[in-house]
């Protein structure tokens, strides 16, 4: 697979600006080598072995490979660190830039491993207890030219959290036909097929068919998945919900306080939470914001259903942590509190909330990781490149324009000559001529203003008409052509935005077989915030 590289702006404006190394770095983080990072975590100490005994146990039900294993094992040893990132569990993985984050996390631990001669562990989080379903339950497809969301029906209203929604196998072998359909049969579909059946088998939620997918993909690789909602990982995680329950009000100061310097800075704020939060959920089968109440000292659910004094809080924690989670701001703490974490891998919303949580760090003594754009990529079809050189559009002009001028300006220079021209000066004397007959009427009846002037917008659009009908014709006459633009958009820029937003990593595994997420892993990337155009 050939690469190039391109300069293409990040969704933000700091992430684009971290990413081009134009950010002032220090000012929102803690920049250091990986060298220094890592003399930094071997003074610390965490619950490796009970960390260890956990993964071992969550892993067995989906027969996660000896590589996983092995490196789950190496996490007990005292100078092990991971290289970390995640995402929640996405239908089939969801959109691509899941895939390229779990490749970013596997590339940089491989890579410092051998550079740091230390176990480097890759670690996916897994956002399991999200229950924003609404951006997890479908995957894109192309149907007649266009991009449509396929969603799975059993989740279309679904509150729960993905770690505890059981998947209906019948339904979702259903809705997982209906995607193949759509990508058009290969000599590897019923094998890719059989492939995802596979994971099925050894899912009970939406959590865990991710994860059962994830360690399928990077079995080789030994990805380790940390499933968030797990309740042992929450008996693990006790101690540290103290903390954070104990320190809400300072790490509310400190989040607002980096949040003010930001915007002295100039930066939109990303993060919104309001004074009273208290940074964690309670979970009783529904999730809900706890806040804290400065006159009554007490937390509370803003639906009035529960009120916990400092002590309540602490017992509920004590006896049922597995009702506790993270929001945006504690996550990030508590990573860094479970994991010794060498590098965090982050899409550019994580790199532009994260800047806002520097103080909350120092707060806790703690510098942050060093954060590392994860890899964004576009996966360039053959057929699409060779679309591109017959319309004389470069990878390039295609992702940051996209088709549609270069559609117009080639329909401008292949219709007939003078054609704007020719039908606007037609308009032109219409109006003329149509004039003169609205004063003779109005010398008969002023009355008839109204209907006259209407009377030549309907004339306008008459014309309008015949314009368009011609410069249809003339576009289903060159349609081959046409459709080159399309099927270039509908590749690389669907719904107007980068394909790794977008598309799916099944349909690519159909076209071009069961390894090539492996191939995919194995393209020699540098780690230079540079857009990657892969060429298949
Ligand atoms: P065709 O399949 O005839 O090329 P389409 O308009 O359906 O026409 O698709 C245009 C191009 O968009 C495809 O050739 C392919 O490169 C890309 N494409 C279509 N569907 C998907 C998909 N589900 N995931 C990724 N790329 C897709």
């Known amino acids: 697979m050939e690469v190039i590289e391109l300069s293409l702006p990040a969704t933000n404006r700091l992430a684009t600006e971290y990413m081009e190394g134009a950010f002032p770095v220090h000012e929102a983080f803690h920049p250091c080598s990986f060298e220094e990072r890592l003399h930094e975590l071997q003074k610390r100490t965490y619950a490796r072995d009970a960390l260890v005994d956990h993964l071992l146990a969550y892993h067995k039900q989906f027969q996660a490979s000896e590589e996983t294993i092995a490196n789950i094992e190496k996490l007990r040893h005292r100078e092990s660190v991971v290289v970390i990132g995640g995402q929640q569990a996405g239908l089939l993985t969801g959109p691509l830039y899941t895939i390229y984050k779990i490749i970013s996390i596997i590339t940089l631990a491989k890579q410092q491993e051998q550079q740091l001669r230390v176990p480097v562990v890759p670690v996916f989080w897994m956002a399991s207890e999200d229950h924003d379903i609404a951006e997890i339950n479908y995957v894109h497809v192309a149907q007649r030219g266009k991009v449509k ?79 968030a909602a797990h309740p042992h990982l929450r008996a693990i995680e006790r101690e540290w919900f103290m903390t954070l329950a104990r320190e809400h009000e300072a790490i509310t100061t400190a ?153 117009e300006e080639w329909v401008r220079n292949n219709q007939p000559v003078a054609f704007d021209e020719t039908f606007h000066e037609a308009k032109k004397q219409i109006a003329h001529i149509h004039e003169q007959l609205r004063q003779l009427g109005m010398q008969v009846d002023p009355h008839l203003e109204r209907v006259m002037l209407k009377n030549a917008e309907r004339v306008e659009t008459q014309i309008d008409y015949l314009q368009q009908l011609i410069t249809r014709r003339m576009l289903q006459k060159h349609d081959v052509h046409v459709r080159k633009y399309e099927r270039i958009e509908l590749s690389l820029r669907p719904n107007n935005m980068l394909q790794e937003r977008v598309w799916n990593v099944l349909y690519y595994m159909n076209r071009y077989g069961l390894d090539f997420v492996d191939r995919l892993l194995h393209v020699d990337y540098r780690w230079n915030g540079m857009h990657k155009i892969v060429y298949l």
Not at 255 to 269: C, D, K, W
Not at 299 to 318: A, H, N
Not at 349 to 366: M, N, T
């Open 149 to 227: 969301k396929h969603v799975y029906s059993p989740l279309a209203k679904e509150k729960r959290m993905a770690a505890h929604i059981e998947l209906d196998a019948d339904a979702l072998k259903q809705w997982i036909d209906d995607i193949f359909k759509t990508f058009g049969e290969t000599n590897v579909t019923n094998e890719l097929r059989t492939y995802i059946y596979e994971c099925m088998a050894t899912s009970k939620t939406v959590a865990d068919f991710f994860a059962a997918i994830v360690l399928k993909l990077f079995a080789k690789e030994g990805i380790v998945i940390v499933d």
């Open 255 to 407: 989040l607002q306080t980096q949040q003010r310097h930001l915007a002295q800075l100039g930066y939109e704020q990303s993060i919104d939470v309001s004074p009273m939060c208290a940074h964690l959920f309670y979970d009783d089968g529904q999730r809900r914001l706890l806040y804290y109440d400065d006159e009554q000292h007490c937390f509370y659910t803003k639906d009035g259903v529960y009120r916990f004094t400092r002590d309540e809080l602490r017992q509920r924690i004590e006896s049922e942590p597995q009702s506790f989670s993270n929001n945006v701001v504690t996550r990030p703490l508590m990573q860094e509190w479970l994991f010794p974490t060498l590098a965090f891998i982050a899409g550019p919303g994580e790199i532009a909330y994260w800047a806002e949580l520097k103080r909350v760090f120092e707060h806790f003594h703690w510098h942050m990781p060093p954060i590392v754009p994860r890899l964004s990529l576009t996966l360039i079809e053959r057929h699409i490149a060779t679309d591109l050189a017959d319309v004389q559009m470069t990878v390039a002009e295609a992702l940051t324009n996209g088709t549609k001028q270069a559609l």
